[in-house]
Nanobody
Framework: QAQLVESGGGLVQAGGSLRLSCAAS????????MGWFRQVQGKEREFVAA????????VYGDSVKGRFTIAADRAKNTVFLQMNNLKGEDTALYYC????????????????????WGRGAQVTVSS
């Protein structure tokens, strides 16, 4: 059973940047996929980005393409999310997630491919 711990959230002005980190431990040796989702209260969880260990494949949600970058340190089972040019609509609770099954590229964005979830890191963008 892997545990995920996010860090790096906070308050930033529109146009600014933040970097989130997520470290996996305790059974993380089976991880094949790590990613980020976000959720605003009252709305569905939204896919942000994912990194597949095999091949280093990356996918992004449409709303963050060109502004967010996901990267990974596979040796440390850690994934990062660099968020640039932040907008008010990026305000959300950001969840780190990890999966133990190797997904096909077309399935990397699906919540069902992720078995473990962090508690979330709040990102607030002020205008």
């Amino acid at each position: 059973q892997a545990q995920l711990v996010e860090s790096g959230g906070g308050l930033v002005q529109a146009g600014g940047s933040l970097r989130l980190s997520c470290a996996a431990s305790g059974g993380s040796g089976s991880i094949q996929l790590m990613g980020w989702f976000r959720q605003v209260q009252g709305k569905e969880r939204e896919f942000v980005a994912a990194y597949r260990w095999s091949g280093g494949n990356i996918v992004y949600g449409d709303s963050v393409k060109g502004r967010f970058t996901i990267a990974a340190d596979r040796a440390k089972n850690t994934v990062f999310l660099q968020m640039n040019n932040l907008k008010g609509e990026d305000t959300a609770l950001y969840y780190c997630a990890a999966g133990s099954r190797r997904p096909v590229l077309s399935g990397m964005h699906l919540p069902s491919m992720f078995d473990y979830w962090g508690r979330g890191a709040q990102v607030t963008v002020s205008s």
